[in-house]
């Protein structure tokens, strides 16, 4: 995918408005100069690269509602087996104290 214009971004997914040309501030494209002249790479911060990856989730989301309805079910399956498992090993020393007591 070819680098963002100045007006924006060339993904008609993504709002201009999220990606940060601009050099202060440390939005998305912006980069500091190293000593040979040659830009490094870009410095990122934490509310550009959510406002980010919102967007393309956002713009993913309405595509393919369905495929976003899978990994969501998914997430909450796999959640909630974990907290489960996790629940069942802090009460596991309870449940072998209580059959100990009871043979």
Known sequence: M???SEEGSTDASIPPA?????????????????????????VLNVTDVLLLAWSYVHANAQKSPR???AGVGTVFIVVMFIG??????????????RLAESQ
């Open 2 to 4: 070819p680098p963002p």
């Open 84 to 97: 489960i498992l996790y629940n069942a090993v802090l009460r596991s020393p309870v449940i072998f104290l």
């Open 18 to 42: 999220i990606i940060n040309t601009s050099t202060h501030g440390g939005g998305l494209a912006s980069g500091l100069m190293d000593s040979g002249g040659s830009r490094s790479p870009a």
């Open 67 to 69: 495929r976003t309805a």
